[in-house]
């Protein structure tokens, strides 16, 4: 249960809406050595006390990270990205069992976080941020595709122009010229537009180039709309109802717009399921 860029708006907004002018009161972490020693978790555990007493000034995500900043500088950091779930206890009753961060506020209610995958619960000053990877990362100064000045038709088209290599290493991971897109997403979007996973991001032609803008686009608003991919469950506990149009759980299927059988190939270090025949 992956938490990508829609998840995490979705998250960050209801967090931002539920949480903010409330004050800590206790914290618990839980199962969190194996944790700490990937990198996931700060090193010293007891910095989490910094957050107890804090108050929650505001939630936002950028990419697949949530930020949530308390005041006296102090932040709580949540990259819950390769799977993840963050619920919210409005009285504190039914807490889940299984959590690593369990956050009290001071009318009772609760946040219980907890990864299942790769991701990040930090606790970070502001001055102290850039030592977050996945903070770093996503708070950059990189592309988000849901803030509308920065993303625009043009600048799109004119960045995919540049570069003269496969156009998974131009939307997706580190290289790529915005941030939370995954490979989830790609395959999708790129269905959507009826592109080809193995074309050059140079390649494609104004018409394609538009296509793609306007998939990445559509993908988004409607996962967001939709409350996340079905696998998700939001703040509080509520399944999202999105279903990839292209992924793998077309695999073994008739693709839904022309019949032909989806096939897959290995791509940047992942697999891609696609169209041979509406992706050109
Ligand atoms: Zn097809």
Redesign the pocket.
């Known amino acids: 249960m992956s938490i990508e860029l829609p998840e995490a708006k979705i998250l960050a907004d209801q967090m931002n809406k539920e949480l903010c002018g409330k004050r800590t009161t206790a914290y618990e972490l839980k199962n969190y050595e194996s944790l700490q020693k990937i990198g996931f978790i700060n090193k010293n555990a007891d910095v989490f006390q910094q957050l107890v007493g804090r108050k929650v000034e505001s939630v936002q995500s950028r990419g697949n990270v949530i930020r949530v900043k308390l005041d006296q500088s102090m932040n709580l950091i949540l990259g819950p990205e390769y799977g993840g779930r963050i619920l919210y206890c409005a009285d504190g009753k039914n807490v889940p069992v299984r959590f690593n961060l369990r956050l009290e506020f001071s009318d009772r209610s609760i946040l219980a976080i907890t990864l299942t995958g790769m991701g990040a619960i930090q606790v970070f000053k502001d001055s102290e941020l850039e030592q977050s990877y996945v903070y770093k990362r996503d708070f950059s100064d990189k592309t988000s595709p849901i803030d509308v000045r920065q993303f625009t038709r043009d600048r799109f088209s004119k960045q995919l122009a540049e570069k003269n290599v496969n156009i998974k290493q131009v939307l997706v991971g580190k290289d790529a010229i915005v941030v939370g897109l995954s490979n989830s997403a790609f395959q999708d979007f790129l269905f959507r537009a009826g592109i080809h996973p193995k074309r050059k991001a140079s390649d494609l032609s104004k018409e394609e180039a538009n296509a793609l803008y306007d998939a990445i686009k559509e993908l988004i608003t409607d996962r967001i709309k939709l409350g996340g991919k079905n696998e998700f469950s939001d703040l509080y506990g509520k399944q999202g109802c999105y279903t990839a149009t292209m992924g793998p759980n077309m695999k073994g299927k008739a693709?839904?717009?022309?019949?032909?059988p989806v096939e897959k190939l290995s791509l940047g270090g992942g697999q891609v399921f696609f169209?041979?025949?509406?992706?050109k």
């Not at 693709?255 to 032909?260: M, R, T």
């Not at 169209?275 to 992706?279: A, G």
């Open positions: 693709c839904s717009a022309c019949g032909s169209c041979p025949k509406c992706q």
